[in-house]
């Protein structure tokens, strides 16, 4: 799917998730929160967002981090 095309259906997810602290780069979410069960909380929120519209998230890449810099986890691997 080109990229265009996913952020214009991954902003369906968005609007599903107003009020969660989130940031969205391409196709990567990241969410901000006081507690790990804050975190898990709005975690599952973003599966059940991207389940609405017919995707999923990659089990091997999707978890919940404590203590996480923030510009750490948009760093693109070559």
Do not use: Q
């Amino acid at each position: 799917m080109s990229p265009l095309l996913i952020n214009l259906r991954l902003s369906r997810a968005d609007r599903l998730l107003p009020d969660l602290r989130l940031v969205r780069f391409a196709d990567n979410y990241c969410a901000f929160a006081a507690s790990r069960t804050e975190a898990e909380r709005a975690m599952e929120r973003v599966l059940d967002a991207l389940e609405a519209i017919g995707m999923t998230a990659n089990p091997a890449k999707s978890r919940v981090r404590e203590n996480a810099c923030a510009e750490d986890l948009f760093l693109i691997a070559g």
